[in-house]
């Protein structure tokens, strides 16, 4: 089982990620001071289905965690 964690000092909200979660769980959110939007992971809404690992982020911004076996 993994979630998906998303590092926002990566994120340029490119919003590549976005179309690839299918559970919705991915949204883009502005976080202040940085006037850049940048995806964040609703974890009760993500199953970890591994859809947006590599390649989807060019940044490489998004980690899959396992979180148990
Ligand atoms: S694909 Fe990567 S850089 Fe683009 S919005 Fe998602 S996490 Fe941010
Ligand atoms: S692992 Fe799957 S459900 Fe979780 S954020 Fe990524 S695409 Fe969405």
């Known amino acids: 089982?993994?979630?998906a964690c998303i590092d926002s000092?990566?994120?340029?909200?490119?919003?590549?990620?976005?179309e690839c979660c299918v559970y919705?769980?991915?949204a883009l959110?502005?976080?202040p001071p940085s006037?850049?939007?940048?995806?964040?992971?609703?974890?009760?809404?993500c199953c970890?289905?591994?859809?947006?690992g590599p390649p989807i982020c060019p940044q490489d911004g998004i980690e899959?965690?396992?979180i148990r076996a």
């Open 35 to 45: 006037k850049r939007l940048k995806a964040v992971v609703d974890l009760d809404r």
């Open 48 to 52: 970890g289905c591994l859809a947006c």
């Open 64 to 66: 899959l965690r396992r």
């Open 24 to 26: 919705d769980a991915i």
């Open 29 to 31: 959110v502005r976080m």
């Open 9 to 18: 000092e990566l994120c340029d909200g490119c919003q590549d990620c976005l």
């Open 1 to 3: 089982m993994h979630e």
